[in-house]
């Protein structure tokens, strides 16, 4: 049965919110949607890249009063 | 009131010491019983171990005996939790002992998890045990050139020792006058050189200009020790002579094993620093599930907050302060240098220029940790 994750990376400069995605990312199982919640900019453009590098599915960003939340399908 | 803390690490042994002062004369006139609990009676300086590596400092020098770093008010037994009956506010321990407790404080630490990438054991060298440093230092002696790769698992202990092992690595190499024989190569999981960006921007052109490859994206799949290979989960791979790799990190067994968090990471609210829905119980270090850096800094900060709670609570009923995400890092940049990464939750680090001075000051930190741990500095 697929889950749903919430990950609160905001605030985080180190390990930083994509480094957060990856650690919990390799917990979860195939099917799980994780939510990362990010206040770094730099997060809407370097999490979608990596996600799509290891060929996970990025289900949609946006950024709501100044928090991005990234919602991603770990598919592999 | 009995406060209990769990864990000898600097997160515990700080909270313990802290404590111990603040609430002297409660503990004196038996209003207050202060216990720890600790899987070892013996305390290693752990950031020790990178200068193990290099030849630069004897294992000997990392370790302290742990009651002697304790106040004499706290009562010591080498003793670990095997379970945490939260809802009874109790803990059961290897020996079969019970110990009841008022305010609980778990700082049980991480652990390394090289197991867990198929081949990392076989085929790469680390540094974050003893026996492991041991064995780098006598591959490097024996290295006379070749391919060095460096790869970092996620999460791990220290976010800047990548970093640092390079430098520490290109000064290494041209002591011993291979430098020039060896190509190192250093990978990194996400798109840049360090997560921190002021940090990847001063070392990029620093990496550069001592002619170390970068490869960012890179998170190890799997090792093939037999042919020398390693893969990324993104689809590249490294043929190496020497495999270095920074081991990914889990919480210890015994929180998995308490289903008290994923991967033994505890939930934690990150500014009162209680375990989600126990709120007599307080998480300090690596065993929280914060997204700050798994560090000796970071559970100082954390220590010093929830030791000032507690006392508070013990005196007027109530905490008196927020943790705000506070770390402090040392960064050895080579050539004797060594600069510094400041941050908080809301406050990005502003990276100075490597100098001297911060790297003698860095040396005389490895010996004042032994005050730090005091709950002295």
Redesign the interface.
């Known amino acids: 049965m697929s889950t749903n994750k919430v990950i ?13 995605l ?3 990312m ?2 979860a199982n195939v099917g799980d949607t994780l939510e990362l919640l990010s206040s770094d900019e ?1 997060s809407a453009a ?1 999490v979608p ?2 996600v799509a ?2 060929g996970h599915e990025m289900l949609g960003s946006e950024n709501i009063d100044g928090t991005w939340h990234l919602r991603i399908r770990k598919a592999k | 009131m009995r406060i209990l803390v769990v864990g000898g690490g600097s997160g515990g042994t700080i909270v313990a010491n802290n404590l111990a002062r603040r609430l002297s004369t409660e503990i004196r006139n038996r209003k207050v019983r202060l216990t720890m609990l600790s899987a070892s009676d013996r305390h290693m300086y752990q950031p020790g171990l990178l200068y193990v590596a290099f030849g630069q400092m004897t294992p000997d020098q990392l370790y302290r005996d742990q009651k002697s770093l304790l106040e004499t008010n706290i009562e010591f037994h080498v003793d670990p939790v095997t379970k945490f009956l939260l809802d009874q506010k109790k803990v059961v321990t290897k020996s079969g002992r019970t110990y009841d407790y008022d305010i609980l404080v778990i700082a049980t630490g991480s652990r390394i998890v090289p197991e867990t990438v198929p081949g990392l054991v076989e085929g790469a060298e680390t540094f974050y045990t003893e026996a492991d440093a041991i064995k780098l230092f006598k591959k490097l002696r024996e290295f006379e050139g070749g391919n060095i790769a460096l790869v970092v698992g ?2 791990h202990k220290c ?1 800047i020792a990548p970093v640092e092992f390079i430098f520490s690595l290109h000064d290494y190499l041209k002591m011993r006058g291979i430098r020039e024989k060896t190509h190192i190569k250093y990978h990194y ?4 050189m360090h ?3 002021n940090v990847a921007t001063w070392a990029k052109p620093e990496f550069e200009r001592m002619g170390i490859e970068i490869e960012t ?1 890179f ?1 190890v799949k799997e090792v093939d020790a037999k042919n020398k290979i390693v893969r990324s ?3 590249t791979e490294t043929q190496y002579d020497l495999l270095i790799a920074i081991p ?1 990190h889990k919480g210890m067994e015994v929180i998995e094993q308490n289903t008290m968090g ?2 033994g990471w505890i939930p934690t609210d ?1 500014y009162k620093l209680t375990m989600e829905g126990h709120d007599d119980v307080y998480v300090v270090g690596d065993a929280t599930n914060l ?4 560090t000796g800094s970071a559970a100082h900060f954390e220590a010093e907050v929830v030791a000032e709670n507690i006392a508070s609570i013990v005196k007027i009923g109530a905490p008196v302060r927020d943790y705000d ?1 506070k ?1 402090y ?1 040392f960064i050895e940049a080579g050539h004797d240098r060594a600069t510094y ?1 400041m ?4 406050t ?2 502003d990276l100075k220029p490597a100098s001297k001075p911060m790297h003698w000051f860095k040396m005389a930190y490895n010996q004042m940790y032994w005050t730090s741990v005091r709950g002295l500095l």
């Open positions: 609160d990376a905001r605030g985080s400069f180190c390990p930083g919110p994509l480094m957060e990856i650690t919990y390799k917990q730099g370097d890249e990596w590098k290891v | 996620v999460p976010p999981p996400i798109g840049r997560t921190i960006a994206l998170n989960e993104e689809g990914p994923d991967g990150r997204p700050v850096s798994k995400g770390v890092c990464a941050f908080n939750y809301t990005p680090p």
